[in-house]
């Protein structure tokens, strides 16, 4: 079997500086983040409503929720996209009945993922997104699909231990440019971007 190639990120780690404004690379206390996490492994399965694989996936439509360290996303009818380590994520994917019409997608190296974290952080959405980013339409565990800047994305809403935090991904093509109009949006309440990965 081939090795894979390395992982890279669509997203350049040069944070001097953003249109001019500096741009100094925050602290996991910060008020305010983005996060790049495009290498965290994406699986995206598919499975028909006669599979077993449906019901033990069981996350219904625009929900997630955690299972052995996965993130479980009904991102659509009939599809899931895990999100977690590579070792928990391929556990969990190896325990699924694959009888029927069931398939397994690697969508790692094809998709940018970022994580946005603080109590502006929905305040930053709607400047770029027309979804209601209000506790009673999208909650701790949401899924939804949407434009961002014109953007396709999906975001999930993923709390981190009580803070509010979100998952946006897109196409890895337009990475970059999703990543910097997210910092230009969260100017006026101060996001910056997080120099230490997350735990």
Not at 71 to 87: C, F
Not at 135 to 140: A, E, K, R, V
Not at 165 to 173: E, M, V
Request: proline content about 6%.
């Amino acid at each position: 079997m081939a090795e894979l190639p390395a992982f890279e990120s669509p997203v350049s780690t040069d944070f001097v500086s953003y249109a001019g404004i500096p741009m100094e690379p925050a602290g996991p206390d910060a008020p305010l983040t983005l996060h790049d996490v495009s290498s965290t492994t994406k699986l995206i399965v598919r499975a028909g409503p006669e599979t077993d694989a449906r019901h033990q996936l069981s996350t219904p439509f625009a929900t997630s929720r955690t299972e052995d360290d996965v993130l479980i996303v009904g991102q659509r009818p009939d599809e899931w996209t895990l999100l977690g380590q590579a070792t928990a994520v391929g556990g969990l994917t190896d325990s699924l009945d694959r009888t029927g019409h069931v398939s397994v997608i690697d969508g790692t190296h094809s998709r940018a993922l970022f994580r946005m974290t603080g109590v502006d952080a929905a305040s930053v959405l709607e400047k770029l997104c027309s979804l209601d980013w209000n506790d009673h339409m999208t909650p701790d565990g949401a899924a939804v699909s949407a434009s961002v800047a014109r953007v396709t994305c999906d975001i999930v809403r993923n709390d981190l231990e009580g803070a509010r935090s979100y998952l946006i991904s897109c196409d890895r093509s337009y990475g970059q440019y999703l990543f910097e109009v997210i910092l230009d949006a969260g100017q006026e309440f101060g996001i910056a971007p997080l120099a230490h990965p997350l735990v």
